[in-house]
Nanobody, 123 residues
Framework: QVQLVESGGGLVQAGGSLRLSCAAS????????MGWFRQAPGKEREFVAT????????YYADSVKGRFTISRDNAKNTVFLQMNSLKPEDTAIYYC????????????????WGQGTQVTVSS
C-alpha cells in the first residue's frame, strides 16, 4: 500500500513558478514509478510527467516540456514537480500517482492517487 499526499499548490501570476511535493508512505515507495497528472474543470485528467523508480528516465507531456521538471528523493519518499513559466492554461488540480506497470501516460496504469492540490495561474 502507498498513500500519497500532495502540497505546494496555490495562486500564482502567469510567468511565475511553483514547486509541488508529493509525500508517500509505504516501505515500497522506491519500487514505484511516479507520475503527475492534472485535471482542469470540465476536462479529462491528463498526464503531465513521470519518473522511474531509480530517478532515471523522465517523460513529459508536450504542453509542459521545457517548463516543468519532475524529480524524486527515495530517501525521503517524496516526488517533486517544479513548474516554471506558468501559464493560465496550467490551472488545474494536480495529482500525484504511483504505478508498477503499464503505459506511463495512461491514468488507468496508476494504482495509487493523492487527493490533489489546486494550482491557479492568473493572467
Amino acid at each position: 500500500q502507498v498513500q500519497l499526499v500532495e502540497s505546494g499548490g496555490g495562486l500564482v501570476q502567469a510567468g511565475g513558478s511553483l514547486r509541488l511535493s508529493c509525500a508517500a508512505s509505504g516501505r515500497t515507495f522506491s519500487s514505484y514509478t511516479m507520475g503527475w497528472f492534472r485535471q482542469a474543470p470540465g476536462k479529462e485528467r491528463e498526464f503531465v510527467a513521470t519518473i522511474t523508480w531509480s530517478a532515471g528516465p523522465t517523460y513529459y507531456a508536450d504542453s509542459v516540456k521545457g517548463r516543468f521538471t519532475i524529480s524524486r528523493d527515495n530517501a525521503k519518499n517524496t516526488v517533486f514537480l517544479q513548474m516554471n513559466s506558468l501559464k493560465p492554461e496550467d490551472t488545474a488540480i494536480y495529482y500525484c500517482a504511483a504505478r508498477l506497470r503499464g503505459p506511463y501516460y495512461e491514468k488507468t496504469s496508476y494504482n495509487y492517487w493523492g487527493q490533489g492540490t489546486q494550482v491557479t495561474v492568473s493572467s
